[in-house]
């Protein structure tokens, strides 16, 4: 059973617009979100995260939301460059008993496609 | 600061047949971490030392996979005998100090089981 899910597997959208990739997960322990970006033929790099006890992390063109009620995260991208194009995975973890981090589950991913 | 190193980049082999992966993380890095990405699928952990110990290998096909961190540093990864459901993208990932700490993954290994 998937605990994070990307229910979109590509995206499209016009250079210069926001793109927006969305993220649902069935965990209600989960308490920590990244999202990271992968071009291919390389390791996915981490892009932007968000705790649970926030519902907005900004950097520069990205920001995530975080809907803890609709276990549902969001990340925007504004405006949109074609460099932008790749796979965004949404991941996710949950805190353990004994103060540790559990390890990332991830989504399957959404390939976003940024045209000029 | 260089980043976490895999070799090799391409793999293809035999089922039934034996391969190794190699990993060096990113100096000062406690955790290593080592994933599978099937085609079409996010990455999914197999297996997570901390320095030198196994922190989590409850998601490592332990009949055919081995992996270890010998003092603590690099890392093999390795499967012994293939299977062709172990076609995949390989990526070692490292961080400071667990899931705290944002994951560095290297370029993968491409192994092809034929």
């Known amino acids: 059973d998937q605990q994070v899910k990307q229910n979109s597997p590509s995206l499209s959208v016009q250079e210069g617009r926001i793109s927006i990739l969305n993220c649902d997960y069935t965990?209600?322990?989960?308490?920590?979100f990244l999202w990271y970006k992968k071009y291919p033929a390389e390791g996915p790099t981490f892009l932007i995260s968000?705790?649970?006890?926030?519902d907005k992390n900004e950097d520069g063109r990205f920001t995530v939301f975080l809907n803890k009620s609709a276990k549902h995260l969001s990340l925007h991208i504004v405006p949109s460059q074609p460099g932008d194009s790749a796979v965004y995975f949404c991941a996710a973890s949950a805190h353990l008993s004994g103060g540790s981090q559990g390890n990332l589950i991830f989504g399957k991913g959404t390939k976003l496609s940024v045209k000029p | 600061e260089a980043g976490v190193a895999q070799s090799p980049r391409y793999k293809i082999i035999e089922k039934r047949q034996s391969v190794a992966f190699w990993c060096n993380p990113i100096s000062g890095h406690a955790t290593l971490y080592w994933y599978q990405q099937i085609l079409g699928q996010g990455p999914k952990l197999l297996i997570q030392f901390q320095n030198n110990g196994v922190v989590d290998d409850s998601q490592l096909p332990k009949d055919r996979f081995s992996a270890e961190r010998l003092k603590g540093v690099d890392s093999t990864l390795k499967i012994q005998p293939a299977k062709l459901e172990d076609s995949a993208v390989y990526l070692c990932a490292s961080s400071l100090w667990g899931s705290f700490s944002p994951l560095h993954f290297g370029n993968g290994t491409r192994l092809t089981v034929t």
């Open positions: 965990n209600s322990m989960f308490d920590y």
């Open positions: 968000i705790s649970s006890i926030k």
